[in-house]
């Protein structure tokens, strides 16, 4: 289906900042959404963001908010994920997918909602 690749991931210590990228290919749809979460060890996937190809706005969640900036390039199929300030709880693979559906409540928050996930790129804040 979409083949995704995130890159950008690394070592930082707190209050640093990263980006990383998602790369698209295969055939991605825009009218459905790309999503960002992240897994720490002995936790579940949890929503980080979520962006769609036709739209500026993004959706975040509350522990990350007012730190971390999505954004896109559509021609070039590619999301961001712009991280500010990083704290060590931050510390987690982080995993770019496709296909949730952005025009039902909730969808874009819920992992089962997205059927493409990419290999997840790791992110570590030293104290």
């Known amino acids: 289906q979409v083949q995704l690749v995130e890159s950008g991931g690394g070592l930082v210590q707190a209050g640093g900042s990263l980006r990383l990228s998602c790369a698209a290919s295969?055939?991605?749809?825009?009218?459905?959404?790309m999503g960002w979460f992240r897994q720490a060890p002995g936790k579940e996937r949890e929503f980080v963001g979520s962006?769609?190809?036709?739209?500026?706005?993004?959706d975040y969640s509350d522990s990350v908010k007012d730190r971390f900036t999505i954004s896109r390039d559509s021609a070039k199929r590619t999301v961001y994920l712009q991280m500010n300030s990083l704290k060590p709880e931050d510390t987690a693979v982080y995993y770019c997918?496709?296909?949730?559906?952005?025009?039902?409540?909730?969808?874009?928050?819920?992992?089962?909602?997205?059927?493409?996930w990419g290999q997840g790129t790791q992110v570590s804040v030293s104290s």
């Open positions: 997918a496709h296909g949730a559906n952005p025009l039902v409540l909730g969808f874009v928050r819920q992992p089962r909602r997205y059927d493409s």
């Open positions: 295969g055939r991605p749809l825009s009218t459905y959404a």
């Open positions: 962006i769609t190809w036709t739209s500026d706005s993004a």
